[in-house]
């Protein structure tokens, strides 16, 4: 973290910053992984470290998706305070780069392991915007998946469903046996979380591409979103009354005690059935979102590292940049934070069957020029377009635009935004 900034360092400050430059080999980290699982992964990594005589100073900043803790960052940098390592998402990466000389270089690292050839060109994009690789990624997410109880589908007799009319049909099923249709936490980033998939469903990859990529006005407005905002609101009618707020780890474990049949949400939700010791294909079913097969909607996970002031904090950097992108690391990580490897040479053998169809369905939709930047994580557009996205999309959800309405307010908002 950077100690001396400025000028009038008080005495009491220079002895605090002179203990806290004894202990330079720490890694101050900020993230926002303070749901279960995602709490254990992150143990693996501080676990990984600590075997390297680093010490892990931990800086959570709770909030899904982030937000919270791109404040919290803000306030810290402006303060001259700049954590050692920062979790981040895609564009808020870009914008980072875009701040001048605030980033450190992790060349020397990438250069000696080879980063260059291992690390998918997609993600290559935020963590190496220019010249120099300003990020270590740690995992690729995506948001396009369906979790569903299976004890809940088998004892309703519901297959898993393969188009979005059987999707609904299902919903309606579970709805009519009493059970909560579809588990889901009222907050914007969650809605925008489903609404990647929505947009997959109604029109495929070109529209996703050209409404929430190149924000082409034509299809942010037009007939097809206001199709895709027609299925939000069916989505609208399979949530329970208590929606409002929940956490998206809370509409999780709904699905994993049975109370729910089916939440819509990233793969980090796997993370929490793993931590509830739950088996895939035992205890739960996990599919991509019925109407968006063939398409990957993702978010990487990285970690941004801030330049330091001394020596050894900037070793305690490198170290912690190696360590994320160590094969043996990837596995250990992303087995249980529901992710798959950043890395593309990482075997899958040890990874469960929802992990091998993720990174199956990655590789293909890599191929296929259908790996798609989630807009919901910050992997479409700059946050101030994601947020106006976000802003239309929750007050769709709950009820304050008609679908008509929507689409033209995404076109309004997205133009203020740009
Ligand atoms: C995503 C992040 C995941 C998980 C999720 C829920 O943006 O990539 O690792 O933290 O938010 O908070």
């Not at 400050?13 to 806290?20: E, V």
């Not at 800086?59 to 919270?68: H, N, R, S």
């Not at 997410?141 to 999707?167: C, Q, R, Y």
Request: aromatic fraction near 8%; glycine fraction near 8%.
């Amino acid at each position: 973290m950077k100690i001396f900034r400025g000028v009038g360092v008080s005495a009491m400050a220079l002895s605090l910053a002179m203990t806290a430059a004894a202990k330079a080999e720490d890694v101050e980290v900020l993230h926002w992984w303070t749901a279960g699982g995602e709490a254990a992964a992150l143990n693996v990594l501080k676990e990984n470290l600590a075997g390297q005589d680093i010490g892990w100073l931990d800086m959570p900043v709770a909030g899904g998706g982030g937000e919270a803790a791109m404040t919290a960052l803000r306030a810290r940098v402006t303060a001259g305070d700049a954590p050692t390592a920062v979790q981040m998402l895609g564009f808020d990466i870009l914008d980072w780069a875009d701040q001048g000389d605030v980033l450190a270089n992790l060349n020397d690292v990438a250069a000696e392991e080879n980063w260059d050839s291992v690390i998918p060109a997609a993600i290559q994009k935020f963590s190496k915007p220019g010249d120099a690789w300003i990020a270590a990624p740690v995992n690729v997410h995506s948001t396009n998946w369906v979790w569903a109880n299976k004890a809940v589908l088998d004892e309703l007799g519901i297959a898993e469903p393969t188009t979005w009319d059987e999707f609904i049909a299902a919903l309606q099923a579970a709805k009519d046996a009493g059970k909560v249709a579809l588990a889901h936490g009222g907050q914007p980033w969650q809605e925008a979380t489903i609404f990647d998939s929505v947009v997959l469903a109604t029109g495929g990859p070109e529209f996703y591409q050209a409404s929430m990529i190149d924000l082409d006005p034509e299809a942010l407005g037009g007939e097809q979103m206001v199709q895709a905002f027609d299925k939000m609101a069916q989505l609208r009618g399979f949530v329970d009354d208590n929606f409002s707020g929940r956490d998206w780890n809370l509409a999780s474990a709904m699905v994993i005690n049975g109370e729910a049949a089916f939440q819509i949400m990233g793969d980090w939700a796997k993370g929490e059935f793993i931590n509830a010791d739950k088996v895939p294909g035992t205890d739960f079913l996990c599919f991509r979102v019925p109407g968006t097969e063939g398409n990957v909607t993702f978010n990487s996970d990285q970690f941004v590292m801030f330049q330091q002031d001394d020596e050894a904090a900037t070793a305690a950097q490198n170290a912690m940049a190696s360590a994320i992108e160590s094969p043996e690391f990837q596995i250990a990580f992303n087995k249980v934070k529901g992710s798959v490897p950043a890395r593309t040479d990482v075997p899958s053998d040890e990874f469960d069957d929802c992990a091998k169809k993720g990174m199956e369905q990655l590789a293909a939709a890599s191929e296929a020029g259908t790996l798609l930047g989630s807009m919901g994580h910050g992997h479409a557009n700059p946050a101030a377009v994601k947020n106006a996205m976000y802003d239309v999309i929750t007050a769709h959800f709950n009820g304050e635009y008609d679908s008509a309405t929507a689409a033209e307010e995404m076109v309004n908002a997205v133009e203020a935004a740009q």
